[in-house]
Structures are given as C-alpha cells and as structure tokens.
T-cell receptor, first 114, second 115 residues
Framework: KNQVEQSPQSLIILEGKNCTLQ??????????LRWYKQDTGRGPVSLTI?????NTKSNGRYTATLDADTKQSSLHITASQLSDSASYIC?????????????FGRGTQLTVWP | ETGVTQTPRHLVMGMTNKKSLKCEQH?????MYWYKQSAKKPLELMFV???????ENNSVPSRFSPECPNSSHLFLHLHTLQPEDSALYLC??????????????FGPGTRLLVL
C-alpha cells in the first residue's frame, strides 16, 4: 500500500533555531517527492521537488534531502523565522500514474515562537 | 498569491441547502483539481479536469457535483451535505496532467461548515 508518513506531527521551536522534519514513504515506483508549505488559511505552496537522482535541494533557508534507497526525506529549516510557522506537507508521486494520483502526508505543524 | 482564487472563503450551510464553490485560475493552465482537507488527515483528491474534461473521480459521493465550463473556471456544486463533509476545500491547477514533474498551484481554499 502506497503511504506517506511524516514526523513529528507537531513541533515548537524558538525563533532563530534550526529544525528537521521527516518523511518516510512506501510509494512505488517512485517518481518524485515534493515538500509543500501551507500557511494557516491558505493553500499549499511548493518549496522543493526532488527526483530519484537528486539527494539534496535547497530553497533559501529550506534544504530537502532524499534517500531513495531507504525511502526517506527530510526538510531542514535553518535560522527559523516567525513566518516559518505553518504546516509542512510531504507529497510523493508514483511513476506511471496520472498527476492527480499524488500521495500526501498528514503534515507537520511547525510553530516558531519569538 | 498563487494565481488561483476561490470564493467564498468561508461557507456555513444546512444539510438541506444547495451552494456552489467557485475556483478561477489566471495562470493559463489546462488542468484543474478539487481536494478535500480534513483536520489531521492527508489531502484527498476529489476530481481532476484536463482541458475541461473530467479525467478523475475519486469515488466522491454524488452530493458533490463538479462543473468545468472552461479551462480557467471550476465549480463544485453542493447539495444535501452531511456534517462530516465539513472541511477545507482546495482548488488547484497545473499546466497539464499526466506529467509527474508538473507543479500544482493551490488556491486559498473554502472553509465549509455543514450544520
């Protein structure tokens, strides 16, 4: 069964600190993995996308890693800011499926305190 | 802003009401999607439209009826809903479907409460 599991479910950190969010998946055959950021009251916005051959992708203070062998990904946030408070969703696409067939994790709710 | 707008942003309706959600994208995309987002659950794909034609119906109850009059507009007609249908309904668009490298752009969602 294709699944995407994220941990932790929620996380509270102080402004300026770093944090790492985890995503494990069983989706096969793997095509790509995305991290989305969803602010409260808004729709998800894509942060990064990684294919099978990529193991690191950065977008400003966000760095995503992918280990296709262990089927794990992480999203590292450096020097957190209050605006980083949001839900971070891991989404995996299976090769050969229509774009509509994406597998979503439940998300990690990150709260950054001043 | 992502270029995808949704109205209304909030909606409260009784189980016997009929209402419609509207989505409009200004990105020139050819594919549009409806998703349901419930608390502590992953996003659930409901419908996919490609060039105005419905290509996916993810076993959605008939009390949800989509309509796509053109590639820029997508509607979700609601009737005789149940309280468990209360959720955030997200619309998304992408250049086209069938290509896993495509990015979906989401609207802000409509927060629906069924009483």
């Amino acid at each position: 069964k294709n699944q995407v599991e994220q941990s932790p479910q929620s996380l509270i950190i102080l402004e300026g600190k770093n944090c790492t969010l985890q995503c494990n998946y069983t989706v096969s055959p793997f095509s790509n993995l995305r991290w989305y950021k969803q602010d409260t009251g808004r729709g998800p916005v894509s942060l990064t996308i990684m294919t099978f051959s990529e193991n690191t992708k950065s977008n400003g203070r966000y760095t995503a890693t992918l280990d296709a062998d262990t089927k794990q990904s992480s999203l590292h946030i450096t020097a957190s800011q209050l605006s980083d408070s949001a839900s971070y969703i891991c989404v995996v696409s299976a090769r050969g499926s229509t774009l509509g067939r994406l597998y979503f994790g439940r998300g990690t709710q990150l709260t950054v305190w001043p | 802003e992502t270029g995808v707008t949704q109205t209304p942003r909030h909606l409260v309706m009784g189980m016997t009401n009929k209402k419609s959600l509207k989505c409009e994208q200004h990105l020139g995309h050819n594919a549009m999607y409806w998703y349901k987002q419930s608390a502590k659950k992953p996003l659930e794909l409901m419908f996919v439209y490609n060039f105005k034609e419905q290509t996916e119906n993810n076993s959605v109850p008939s009390r949800f009826s989509p309509e796509c009059p053109n590639s820029s507009h997508l509607f979700l007609h609601l009737h005789t809903l149940q309280p468990e249908d209360s959720a955030l309904y997200l619309c998304a668009s992408s250049q086209r479907t069938g290509f896993q490298g495509e990015t979906q752009y989401f609207g802000p969602g409509t927060r629906l409460l069924v009483l």
